[in-house]
Structure formats: structure tokens, C-alpha cells
């Protein structure tokens, strides 16, 4: 199975790659590209399965292509192994139509534990297959941390990193993450609320730079495979009450949505889903957004349920995808709206979805103490605070059908949260015999203060970095966008659109067969022997005007059949440009230069962003091209110094000037000539090149980016380039391969090698 960003722009990618990504690279959650269905014969064909049984028939549509059934079948064995109830996730009935569904019998008392078991044993497998290592960061309410930290300390190629919100969890949630002594595990108290360690933990996932660099993972609900886990014990519970002929309803206290997707998850499978009840606290975001539309983050209020004291609810945004017609595009704009402004309104499309199965109950702290008081006086339950939540909610849903059963999740063992119990129902209740001596172990734990600074720094002294020598290489992908798309390649040929005209041209790296047996094009490049000149365009359209218009974002450019076989830009540089502007986002009129800048769309690219731009080319003729693409993207007023010169020679006096430079992009060719016949060889001249240009930047610079196309060299081999020139600079050196999404089956064709220094 392939999954999707619900931003639109990341790369579609299978399980595994989904597992240990976590995050989406475009701050996206990914989803899969479509629900897998189960028929009424298969949902009954569950009945009377163990839980690994079912778990094994759930998950596997979403495995497919990563882990086939009997390697799932080994990791729910050992997952599930490790719980003290032999039904996993038992059903307990408290009177004749509600049911606590209690997932606590881990061993972290916690409903993560179903999830996090499992998770902790796909990293190991998947970790086992590669030679990686991954450093894994997340936020906790409290059980997701312990959980987390359970399920992976001491295990090989994995580092963890939990940030808690200081003084605002219980001391055994607490004590359960910071006992854990295990050399890969560190705990971090962070001055603040949980949405600020959440909101640190997506700064660090979207800094691209140090992602790479220490090869961040997660595991909250942002990670698909820990979600998938969760929909299990919904088809389980559900079929012992008698699905697929008769629906049941879910009432789940939630302040991440996370456990209450994974039912929408179970419902858009084919479960015979009557309603999922989004039980809050006075932390209500998602109570008021499901209500009246109103997704607005308020101030936190600390409350007796600190996992659900949270007013940015991440995976609610998997549910706007999805039922707002999985549009990303749409709701990254959405998405960034409100995360500048903090409030926004959901359109009414999401809200006639989500209206479809939801409906929200905030119960608010003497609410809570009468639901404990309820299901210790009528069913003899002592139940946590936020099953509690949960329950008063399933209570307070009075317009269900009576025959349909409701299942509260009972998402905690009490005895994790010892005080507030007491104080609702007068008992203190105990802990289990497998916690031990939680109460006599050595904590161990660091506080900081809720700053990016602050937590990154932890993280870079204390995590193992990738390095030159053991660097994964990355691939920049070129996406489809309208005036551009690779429509099909293969017997060393490729189709592409550009606008609204057709044409081949010979890429030898496309080796592979072609999707489509014939192609049709305007025109044809045509390669020759040197005597020829190169080859030359044979062109079937005869009213194919000499130049016609592209845009790209803001920037509008002239696209032509030029004679060295290209249309006038390399399409391919689009994701550089777009982590161009990402590295100087925030920064006041940066200085960036575009050496070899050709007709200047990366440069133009730049300015539109408030760039202020030194585009540097030895053709008099491109310069001109650049110009001309100014004046068509209405730019001629942005700050662009329009430089005819040989590269090495300007970058030279520009040294000598002592000048410095917030940026540089370089795409030099493999061979050429200056304006006075001054020659370049790549594999000579490039070492001095990259020297001076280091020379232009400092430690406020945030980026160099070298392209380097049409030669035999290695990624590897310009990236530690870079490494030597920018040693005595703080910041990371990576290297990769940009390529291109073919349109028609999806696949990567490869045109150039990459590498950057960054300052992150």
C-alpha cells in the first residue's frame, strides 16, 4: 500500500518508508491513498478470532509491500505477548448498554501500549534491513512517553527523546519515563504546556536540515503505523457485540483525535460504525470545532486528565483531509492560515463529513467526578479520570438508538492517577504487582526551557549524527505541477509536457520499458554525432510558435526549443528552489547569488520570495533570456544585479571585495567558456569555485547549493567536497540525487547529483 501527505506535495511512500518517516516532509500526515474495504463476510469471518488473529487480518492491507503476513503475524505475537490480559483488550459491561472497552493491560497501564508495542518492533524490524540509525522525538500528555520509551529502550539503532510538559503529569506517568535508565533513552521536562513540547517536536521534523542530520522519526499518533495498531481493537470489540449485524457506537476521550480516527479509520473499512462520541475535557478545540465549526486554540487549563489537556489536536487534520475531498493543497493553505493565526474555520464540506459520524460532549471536572462516582457506585468499577470523561459523555448521548450498544474507551488503569480517584470516590486505588517499585527507582531527567534553541541543542549533544561517510543519500523529487509534468519515459527517451505542447528527448538513464507503446508529441530532439552539432529538433507541430509562457509559483518564463536540447529551464530544480526559500523563511531581504544562472527562473524564484539577488552568467544571450523572464513575471522593480561575466572570475573579486552572501545556488557545467574565451572544466575548476565561495559566507549564512549535471561523478564525492570546504562552519552537509516523478506509473527518473551545506 502507498501512502499520501495530507499536504499534497510530499512524496508518496510505502509502509515502511511511512514508519520511519513519521512526519510527512511537507509538515503533512500520511494517509493512505485509499481505504482499504472489508466485506460483511469478512468483518463475521472475525468472530471469535484472538486478538493477534484479528490484528493480523486488520493490518495487513496496510503492511502490503513491506511485511508480509507471516512476519506481521511474529510481531503481534511479541507485541501482544507482553500483555497481563490473555483477550488483550477485554470488553467489561457496566450496565445493559454501555461497555468499557479496557485497554490498559500493557505494561504502562496505558492504551498507547497497544500501538507502541508493535511500533517499537517495526522499527527494529525495518531498522534491521537498512544500515541506519534513527533518532526518534515526541511530545507527551504523559502515556504516550512511557509507552514509547518502553516499547524501544535499549533496542539497537534507535535514540529517543521525550519532552513532557513539566509538572504537568502525574507522578507515575512521570516516574514510569524517567526510571528508564537505558543508554538510548533521554527525558525531557520542558517548561510549558504539551502543545508547546508538541509544537517543538513538528519545528524539528520541519527543519529539513536537522531531520536529515540525525534522522528523525516519531512515534505520537503523527505516525500512520501507531494509528493503524489503534484500529484493531474497534473491529475486535465491535464483532463481540455483534457485527457486522448490528452497529455499535464508541465514546473516546481524546485531545489528539488520534484514538478516535483510528474508529473513523475502522468505519471507512466497512465496520458497522452508529456513532464515535469525542469526549473533551475543558480543553475543548475539537468539542468546539465538531459543534459550531470553531477550530481556534485556546490558553491550556491544567486539569485531573493531563493526556487530554491539548488545544492543538495533530491528527484532527487527517480527518479535514479526508473528509474536506483530500484535496492538499487546499488544506496546507488551511493548515498554514492557522498556524500563523491560531484559529480557523472549518469549511462546509468538513463539517458535513465529519457531522456524517461524529458528535462531541465537554465534560468539564465535576462532570468527571460524577462519572467516577457512577461507575463505582453502579457497576463496582474504579476507572481512570479520562475513561471517566469518556463515559460521562457515552451518558450524556441520549439521541442513540437503544438497541445500539455504547463502548467507552477506557484508556488508563486508575492507578495511574491515584489522587484524583480518591478525591471523586473516596478510594485509593493500587497499582498492579508488574509496576514493581515504581516509587523507589532513580529518575533520570533534564529541564529546559520550551525553546527550539534550547531542546536542539540537547538533541545534537546528544544524538548520533549521520556523517558523510554514513550518510543515507537523499532524493529531491520533482513533482507534476500545471505547466510541467514527465508524462511517460523508457528505451532511453522521455515524454514531457511543457504547457501545452508535447515532446521527447533522449534521457539515457530511462532504461526501463515505456508505459505507453506509442507516443505522441509536437516534437522530437533528435542527438547526433559531435560532427552534427549534437543532434536537432525535428518538430511535427509546424505551428508551434518560437516561444510560449510557463509559470512556476509566482514566476513566469519563456519556454523555446533551444539548440542544446533543452526547453529554456531544468524543471528539475523545482524542489531545490523550494528549499532555497524554506532555508532563508524569516530572514529580512537575504542576499542570495545564482551562479550560472542561465535565464534565470531560480533566481526570479528567489526574488518573488523578497530576495535580494545577484544572478551571475557568462552568456550574454541568457542574461537577455532572464531579463525578458523579469519583465513577463512583472519583477523588473525586484533587487536582481544582472551579471555578464566568467563565474570564477567574479566569485574571485567578489572575495577580494570582501563581500559575504546569505546564500548561493551553483549549477556549473560540465564544460564551457567565459565571454573572453576563458575555459571551465568541472572536474578541475570546481574545488577553487566551491573555496571562494565559502569565502562569501559566515556564520549567519544559511545555505550553498551545487548542482552538477551531465558527468560522471559521484554524490558522495561533491558532498564531501562541501564537507572539507565547510568545516569550520557550524551547520550540516548532505548530498542526493534530484530527479523527476514520472506521471504515469509514479517512478523517479534520475537527471543530476546534489550537494548542500545549511546552516541548521
Known amino acids: 500500500m502507498q501512502y499520501v501527505s495530507t499536504r499534497g506535495s510530499a512524496q508518496t511512500l510505502g509502509f515502511e518508508e511511512v514508519t520511519l518517516a513519521g512526519l510527512a516532509s511537507d509538515g503533512g500526515l500520511y494517509v493512505p491513498e485509499s481505504w482499504p474495504r472489508f466485506s460483511e463476510a469478512q468483518i463475521a469471518a472475525l468472530t471469535g478470532l484472538s486478538y493477534v488473529d484479528t490484528a493480523v487480518e486488520v493490518m495487513a492491507p496496510f503492511v502490503e509491500g513491506s511485511l508480509s503476513r507471516e512476519e506481521l503475524r511474529d510481531l503481534c505475537t511479541t507485541a501482544y505477548g507482553?500483555?497481563?490480559?490473555?483477550?488483550?483488550?477485554?470488553?467489561?459491561?457496566?450496565?445493559?448498554?454501555?461497555?468499557?472497552?479496557?485497554?490498559?493491560?500493557?505494561?504502562?497501564?496505558?492504551?498507547?501500549?497497544?500501538?507502541?508495542?508493535?511500533?517499537?518492533?517495526?522499527?527494529?524490524?525495518?531498522?534491521?534491513?537498512?544500515?541506519?540509525?534513527?533518532t526518534?522525538?515526541?511530545?507527551?500528555?504523559?502515556?504516550?512517553?512511557?509507552?514509547?520509551?518502553?516499547?524501544?529502550?535499549?533496542?539497537?539503532?534507535?535514540?529517543?527523546?521525550?519532552?513532557?510538559?513539566?509538572?504537568?503529569?502525574?507522578?507515575?506517568?512521570?516516574?514510569?519515563?524517567?526510571?528508564v535508565l537505558a543508554p538510548n533513552v533521554h527525558n525531557i521536562a520542558v517548561d510549558g504546556s504539551f502543545d508547546d513540547a508538541q509544537a517543538?517536536?513538528?519545528?524539528?521534523?520541519?527543519?529539513?536540515?536537522?531531520?536529515?542530520?540525525?534522522?528523525?522519526?516519531?512515534?505520537?499518533?503523527?505516525?500512520?503505523?501507531?494509528?493503524?495498531?489503534?484500529?484493531?481493537?474497534?473491529?475486535?470489540?465491535?464483532?463481540?457485540?455483534?457485527?457486522?449485524?448490528?452497529?455499535?457506537?464508541?465514546?473516546?476521550?481524546?485531545?489528539?483525535?488520534?484514538?478516535?480516527?483510528a474508529g473513523y479509520v475502522a468505519a471507512q473499512m466497512g465496520l458497522p460504525v452508529e456513532r464515535l462520541i469525542v469526549a473533551t475535557n475543558v480543553n475543548d478545540i475539537l468539542h468546539r470545532a465538531l459543534a459550531d465549526g470553531d477550530y481556534s486554540q485556546g490558553k491550556v487549563v491544567a486539569t485531573a486528565t493531563p493526556s487530554m489537556d491539548i488545544q492543538v489536536s495533530s491528527n484532527f487534520e487527517r480527518l479535514l483531509f479526508d473528509v474536506g475531498g483530500r484535496d492538499g493543497n487546499a488544506l496546507a493553505a488551511q493548515m498554514q492560515g492557522f498556524e500563523q493565526s491560531k484559529a480557523?474555520?472549518?469549511?462546509?464540506?468538513?463539517?458535513?463529513?465529519?457531522?456524517?459520524?461524529?458528535?462531541?460532549?465537554?465534560?468539564?471536572?465535576?462532570?468527571?467526578?460524577?462519572?467516577?462516582?457512577?461507575?463505582?457506585?453502579?457497576?463496582?468499577q474504579i476507572i481512570d479520570p479520562h475513561s471517566a470523561v469518556g463515559l460521562a459523555a457515552a451518558l450524556a448521548t441520549t439521541d442513540l438508538d437503544p438497541r445500539v450498544p455504547v463502548v467507552t474507551l477506557a484508556t488508563a488503569h486508575a492507578g495511574k492517577f491515584r489522587d484524583a480517584v480518591e478525591r471523586a470516590i473516596g478510594q485509593r486505588p493500587a497499582l498492579p504487582v508488574r509496576v514493581g517499585n515504581l516509587f523507589d527507582r532513580e529518575e533520570s531527567y533534564v529541564k529546559l526551557p520550551a525553546t527550539f534553541e534550547a531542546v536542539t541543542a540537547y538533541v545534537a549533544d546528544n544524538a548520533p549524527r549521520l556523517t558523510m561517510g554514513d550518510v543515507r543519500l537523499e532524493t529531491l523529487i520533482g513533482e507534476p505541477w500545471a505547466d510541467y509534468g514527465l508524462l511517460d519515459s523508457g528505451n532511453g527517451r522521455k515524454l514531457e509536457r511543457y504547457g501545452p505542447y508535447r515532446f521527447i528527448r533522449p534521457e539515457p538513464q530511462a532504461m526501463w520499458a515505456p508505459a505507453a507503446s506509442e507516443w505522441h508529441a509536437d516534437g522530437e530532439f533528435v542527438p547526433g554525432s559531435d560532427d552534427e552539432g549534437g543532434g536537432r529538433w525535428y518538430l511535427e507541430n509546424k505551428a508551434l510558435p518560437q516561444s510560449w509562457p510557463l509559470g512556476w509559483e509566482e514566476v513566469r518564463f519563456h519556454a523555446s526549443c533551444t539548440p542544446f536540447r533543452h526547453l529554456g529551464f531544468f524543471p528539475d530544480m523545482a524542489p531545490v528552489w523550494q528549499w532555497m526559500?524554506?532555508?532563508?523563511?524569516?530572514?529580512?531581504?537575504?542576499?542570495?547569488?545564482?551562479?550560472?544562472?542561465?535565464?534565470?527562473?531560480?533566481?526570479?524564484?528567489?526574488?518573488a520570495n523578497g530576495a535580494r539577488m545577484v544572478h551571475v552568467d557568462a552568456s550574454k544571450k541568457s542574461v537577455a533570456a532572464a531579463r525578458a523572464n523579469a519583465e513577463l513575471s512583472d519583477m523588473t522593480d525586484r533587487s536582481v544585479r544582472w551579471i555578464i561575466d566568467d563565474a570564477a572570475k567574479f566569485i574571485a573579486r567578489e572575495v577580494r571585495r570582501g563581500r559575504r552572501y546569505d546564500g548561493i545556488l551553483l549549477d556549473p557545467p560540465k564544460y564551457g567558456r567565459g565571454p573572453e574565451g576563458e575555459v571551465w572544466r568541472l572536474e578541475e575548476d570546481l574545488a577553487p569555485l566551491i573555496a571562494n565561495c565559502r569565502a562569501l559566507l559566515d556564520t549567519d549564512s544559511r545555505f550553498l547549493f551545487l548542482t552538477v549535471y551531465a558527468v560522471r561523478m559521484s554524490a558522495l564525492a561533491i558532498g564531501e567536497l562541501l564537507s572539507q570546504a565547510?568545516?569550520?562552519?557550524?551547520?550540516?552537509?548532505?548530498a542526493g540525487e534530484l530527479?523527476?516523478?514520472?506521471?504515469?506509473?509514479?517512478?523517479?527518473?534520475?537527471?543530476?547529483?546534489?550537494a548542500r551545506w545549511s546552516a541548521a
Open 136 to 179: 526518534i522525538v515526541g511530545a507527551t500528555s504523559g502515556d504516550t512517553g512511557s509507552a514509547a520509551i518502553d516499547a524501544v529502550a535499549g533496542r539497537e539503532k534507535i535514540d529517543i527523546f521525550m519532552l513532557h510538559p513539566d509538572g504537568r503529569v502525574s507522578d507515575v506517568q512521570r516516574r514510569q519515563m524517567t526510571t
Open 581 to 607: 526559500r524554506a532555508q532563508v523563511a524569516g530572514k529580512d531581504s537575504p542576499e542570495l547569488m545564482n551562479l550560472f544562472g542561465y535565464t534565470g527562473v531560480g533566481t526570479l524564484a528567489m526574488a
Open 726 to 734: 565547510f568545516a569550520d562552519l557550524p551547520g550540516n552537509v548532505e
Open 344 to 380: 480557523m474555520r472549518l469549511t462546509n464540506a468538513q463539517r458535513e463529513g465529519a457531522a456524517a459520524l461524529f458528535s462531541s460532549v465537554r465534560i468539564d471536572g465535576e462532570g468527571m467526578n460524577r462519572a467516577l462516582r457512577w461507575a463505582y457506585d453502579n457497576a463496582h
Open 82 to 134: 507482553r500483555f497481563s490480559h490473555r483477550a488483550v483488550t477485554p470488553l467489561v459491561q457496566i450496565d445493559h448498554r454501555n461497555w468499557m472497552l479496557e485497554l490498559f493491560h500493557g505494561p504502562t497501564l496505558a492504551f498507547k501500549d497497544v500501538a507502541l508495542q508493535l511500533l517499537g518492533l517495526l522499527f527494529e524490524r525495518f531498522l534491521s534491513r537498512r544500515d541506519d540509525h534513527i
Open 739 to 754: 530527479a523527476v516523478r514520472e506521471e504515469a506509473r509514479g517512478l523517479l527518473l534520475p537527471t543530476a547529483i546534489w
Open 200 to 261: 517543538l517536536v513538528k519545528a524539528m521534523f520541519n527543519d529539513a536540515g536537522f531531520k536529515t542530520r540525525f534522522n528523525l522519526s516519531a512515534v505520537n499518533s503523527i505516525n500512520w503505523a501507531r494509528l493503524m495498531a489503534q484500529v484493531v481493537y474497534y473491529f475486535y470489540s465491535a464483532v463481540r457485540l455483534g457485527a457486522p449485524d448490528r452497529s455499535v457506537a464508541f465514546s473516546v476521550p481524546t485531545g489528539n483525535f488520534g484514538d478516535v480516527f
